[in-house]
């Protein structure tokens, strides 16, 4: 919205500051951080009257979760507020993309409250069944898709961009949606398994989206992408300022859901969040290297698909208990070394992801 002040400007003005999305993002940044820590606690007090016994905890999880009871849960809200705000402040209205991940990231945001709720009200664990959601999902990642190929160039829709093969592109023609929908719908359920340590989901999403909103500015720059050799996506730089603002909104929320955790981020925050990551893959063809960055969102999944093949299959576990986390604090490892270390590995993947730039 902000962006349009730039038509006051002179070129040598104040103004001129809005034309650079560097500047943006910056700002961006700024207002959802504050957003989050002057709504943070008043949103908390509201959903502990409204919801009273907070979010249900599992009976068959580590027993030390019990203590976390009448903890109340939404916090998403929170990150998503902050996130809407500052993008629609700071980001150019007239850029497609901005519109497609954050038309991604609210509808997901809506089925997770949609589930939240029904935890909270019915005061079990089940909420909307796994099956409405995994439809919906696929609802809105179907329209994401078609709509970043109808605004890809024509070299690149229905192409999927290898890293580190510079000139490679397999055209998946009509499989594109699909794929597309599977990278968005399962980063969607990656990060809601990884919620359920108190910060454990918030760092690595925040890494996850500073990697790929470098990398977003990076191909929406025609400098940039001759000089590393990726493929240009006109327009994708805009992403920066739709992830800077999601790294202060995830901040503001740290705030609050350091341990012990004030509120939970629930599904409304966690589907969001990993619907808003695969929808930016999509959008800037780096849908394989969301796999490196987010790889402890794909180790978290593949755990429990693990588990529950195995057990299907045998009768026995591979893991004391999925997701992995929960595997670790089995063993005997504290909540907090988990989180720390789950962290460290995070920040690794995207250093690895942000080196496929220029490993060509």
Do not use: C
Not at 74 to 94: E, F, K, Q
Not at 330 to 335: D, I, Q, S
Request: charged share 15%.
């Amino acid at each position: 919205m902000l962006y349009w002040l730039t038509e006051f400007s002179d070129g040598g003005d104040v103004f001129n500051l809005f034309r650079y999305i560097t500047f943006r993002a910056g700002a961006a940044f700024f207002t959802a951080l504050f957003f989050g820590f002057l709504f943070g606690r008043p949103l908390i007090d509201l959903l502990r009257r409204t919801q009273k016994k907070g979010q249900p905890i599992r009976d068959d999880g580590p027993q030390s979760h019990m203590a976390k009871a009448g903890t109340p849960t939404m916090g998403g809200l929170l990150i998503l507020s902050a996130l809407v705000v500052s993008t629609l402040l700071w980001a150019r209205p007239d850029n497609p993309y901005v519109w497609i991940v954050l038309g991604v990231t609210l509808a997901f945001g809506l089925i997770g409250f949609a589930d939240d709720y029904a935890k909270v009200s019915k005061q079990n664990t089940k909420g909307v069944s796994s099956r409405t959601r995994f439809l919906l999902g696929l609802g809105i990642a179907a329209l994401a898709a078609i709509a970043a190929a109808q605004y890809h160039p024509a070299e690149l829709a229905h192409q999927l961009a290898l890293p580190v093969f510079k000139d490679v592109l397999i055209n998946l023609g009509l499989l594109f949606v699909p794929f597309a929908m599977i990278v968005i719908v399962g980063s969607a359920n990656a990060v809601n398994l990884t919620d359920g340590l108190d910060g454990l989901a918030i760092m690595p999403v925040m890494i996850a989206a500073g990697t790929l909103g470098v990398i977003a500015y990076a191909v929406g720059r025609v400098d940039f992408t001759e000089y590393l050799d990726v493929h240009y996506v006109p327009g994708s730089g805009e992403i920066l300022v739709f992830t800077a603002a999601l790294i202060g909104g995830g901040l503001g929320f740290l705030w609050y859901n350091a341990p012990p955790a004030a509120v939970f981020m629930g599904d409304t925050g966690s589907l969001a969040l990993g619907g808003a990551l695969g929808a930016i893959a999509v959008v800037t063809k780096h849908e394989i290297v969301l796999a490196i960055v987010g790889g402890l969102f794909v180790v978290e999944a593949l755990s429990v698909i693990i588990q529950v093949a195995y057990f299907k299959m045998t009768g026995k576990r591979v893991f004391l208990m999925a997701p992995i986390h929960h595997h670790f604090e089995k063993l005997g490892w504290a909540e907090p070394q988990i989180v720390i270390r789950f962290w460290i590995i995070s920040l690794i993947l995207a250093l690895i992801g942000l080196a496929t730039l220029k490993l060509r």
